[in-house]
Structure formats: C-alpha cells, structure tokens
C-alpha cells in the first residue's frame, strides 16, 4: 500500500502561481509511476500531468503545457507540481495518484493508490 497526502493548494490571482507536493509513505515509493488529475465542481475527473518512477518520462494535458511542471524527488518521498500562469479555469481538487507500475501514464483508471486532494482556487 502507498498512503499519499497532497498540500500546498490555496487561493491565487490568475497569473500567479503554487506548488503542491505529494507526501508518499508505505511501500517504496520510487518505483512507482505518480500522476496528478483535477475535478472540477459537476465536471469529471480530469488527466493533469505524470512522471515515471525514475523522472525519465513525464507526460502533460494539452491545457496544461507549458505552465505545469511535475517532478519527484525519490530521496524525499515526494512529488510536485509546480503550477505557473494559473487561469480561473485551473480552478478545482488537485489529487496525486500513483500507480503500482514505475511506468507513467495519462489512464484515470490505471493509477491504484490515490490522495484525497487539495482545493486550488484561481481569482480572476
């Protein structure tokens, strides 16, 4: 089992920026793949951004090129997704997710361990 806890979420003015993190703990996390998705209120859950367990791939929404950037720091436990140039659509629960595979992927439903998210709001 992987436990994750996301934080750094907040409210900000558009342009500006946040960086949330992931905090992983149970099994050894850098061998598995991480992912970050978003939900909008009435809206689905959507595909974010993904890195591989060894930060060699990493894969972004179209939306989201560009101003997004997710690392890992495996030494830490950790993941981040560095968010610049926010918009008020950006606006919505941020979720880490991780997969028990070390291969990165843009699947929802292919990710096994999931947080419980974290509210960005983004002012216009």
């Known amino acids: 089992q992987v436990q994750l806890v996301e934080s750094g979420g907040g409210l900000v003015q558009t342009g500006g920026s946040l960086r949330l993190s992931c905090a992983a703990s149970?099994?050894?996390?850098?061998?598995?793949?991480m992912g970050w998705f978003r939900q909008a209120p009435g809206k689905e859950r959507e595909f974010v951004a993904s890195?591989?367990?060894?930060?060699?791939?990493?894969y972004y929404a179209d939306s989201v090129k560009g101003r997004f950037t997710i690392s890992r720091s495996n030494a830490k436990n950790t993941g981040y997704l560095q968010m610049n140039s926010l918009k008020p659509e950006d606006t919505a629960v941020y979720f880490c997710?991780?997969?028990?595979?070390?291969?990165?992927?843009?699947?929802?439903?292919?990710?096994?361990?999931w947080g419980h998210g974290t509210q960005v709001t983004v002012s216009s």
């Open positions: 997710a991780a997969r028990k595979s070390g291969m990165a992927t843009m699947v929802l439903r292919e990710y096994d361990y």
């Open positions: 890195i591989s367990w060894s930060s060699g791939i990493t």
């Open positions: 149970g099994r050894t996390f850098s061998s598995n793949a």
